[in-house]
């Protein structure tokens, strides 16, 4: 094993109790502490999509305690933007086990009711560990009808 896998496997992502406690901003420029972006580009503008996603993942990676998601994330937009975030894979699990309702922005709305069902429940699934059915089998998730 790796160290970076070993690192992975171990580290502690910070969860919020309620998305509503994610207050911060919606608009207009931040700028991070270093102990969240150590990078040259610590100041965000939240109107460009790109450098809003990259803060928010940063934050969520970084976050050392649950005052920096509170400061910096704010609940509805991570909703609305959490199906493009690029986060480690452990994190994205932490996050769907809490709230449900990121599960359900991760699923296209563009997919058939159908496959919205199965995908949900197949990832519903994987967060509890329960082994997979076979609707879960297929690349996409759902069986092909």
């Known amino acids: 094993m790796n160290s970076q896998s070993r690192y992975a496997s171990h580290r502690v992502y910070l969860v919020p109790a309620d998305l509503h406690e994610l207050a911060g901003p919606s608009t207009g420029v931040v700028e991070l502490p270093l102990h969240l972006?150590?990078?040259?580009q610590r100041v965000y503008d939240l109107k460009d999509d790109g450098q809003l996603g990259l803060m928010y993942e940063r934050v969520i990676r970084e976050a050392v305690q649950l005052d920096d998601l509170r400061t910096y994330l704010n609940g509805s937009v991570l909703v609305r933007i959490w199906p493009r975030l690029y986060l480690p894979v452990q994190a994205r699990?932490?996050?769907e086990a809490r709230f449900r309702n990121l599960v359900r922005a991760s699923i296209p709305r563009s997919a058939p009711p159908w496959m919205r069902t199965e995908k949900l429940e197949c990832r519903l699934r994987s967060l509890r560990r329960i082994p997979a059915s076979p609707?879960?089998?297929s690349p996409m998730g759902a069986v092909a009808r």
């Not at 972006?37 to 040259?40: A, K, L, N």
């Open 37 to 40: 972006d150590w990078s040259e």
């Open 135 to 137: 609707a879960c089998s």
């Open 93 to 95: 699990q932490v996050w």
